[in-house]
Every structure is written in structure tokens, then in C-alpha cells.
């Protein structure tokens, strides 16, 4: 099971961090995903960036995720700890 955490504190929510919400809950649905990744909020996350919203998956926090880069940060993290829990499927 993969932990994703969405910031949700007032920078990432100026900055998207809603977009960014339904963007990984559409692909958590699209993939089937639902029985491998929580997904959640959290306040600040304390990795404020000027652009994009701060994202916690497991352990590893990642900032600056925007709509405009989200395919690549869903295939080259996201989808990646989904496959690590899985027992390096």
C-alpha cells in the first residue's frame, strides 16, 4: 500500500493542489488502483516551492508537481512505489 499526500495548506492550495487531487483520483480510478494507493490531504507540508504543489509519496517528498507535469510525475514516482510495494513487481 502506497501513501499519497497531497499538501492542501494555502500556498499549494493557490496553487493547485485541487487539480492535483482529481488528477491522481482519476488515475487511481483509470488504473484500478484503489486497493494499492490511500490517497489524502495534509497541511503544509513544509516544502513550500514557488511553483506547483509539495507531494509526500511514501517517505519521498516531491514539490513543484503541476497539472502541466503530472504525467510524469505519476510514471516516474507514483506508478514506481506502487510496483516497490508490491514486491518489485
Given at each position: 500500500?502506497?501513501?499519497v499526500?497531497?499538501?492542501?495548506?494555502?500556498s499549494?492550495?493557490?496553487?493547485?493542489?485541487?487539480?492535483?487531487?482529481?488528477?491522481?483520483?482519476?488515475?487511481?480510478t483509470?488504473?484500478?488502483?484503489?486497493?494499492?494507493i490511500?490517497?489524502?490531504?495534509?497541511?503544509?507540508?513544509?516544502?513550500?516551492n514557488?511553483?506547483?504543489?509539495?507531494?509526500?509519496v511514501?517517505d519521498?517528498?516531491?514539490?513543484?508537481?503541476?497539472?502541466?507535469?503530472?504525467?510524469?510525475?505519476?510514471?516516474?514516482?507514483?506508478?514506481?512505489?506502487?510496483?516497490?510495494?508490491?514486491?518489485?513487481?
Amino acid at each position: 500500500m502506497v501513501i499519497v499526500q497531497v499538501c492542501v495548506g494555502s500556498s499549494c492550495h493557490i496553487k493547485g493542489s485541487a487539480d492535483i487531487v482529481q488528477l491522481l483520483q482519476n488515475r487511481i480510478t483509470a488504473e484500478r488502483l484503489e486497493d494499492e494507493i490511500i490517497l489524502t490531504g495534509c497541511f503544509c507540508a513544509g516544502k513550500c516551492n514557488r511553483i506547483g504543489v509539495t507531494v509526500t509519496v511514501g517517505d519521498e517528498v516531491y514539490t513543484g508537481i503541476t497539472r502541466e507535469g503530472f504525467r510524469d510525475f505519476w510514471e516516474e514516482k507514483v506508478l514506481p512505489a506502487v510496483r516497490a510495494a508490491r514486491g518489485g513487481e
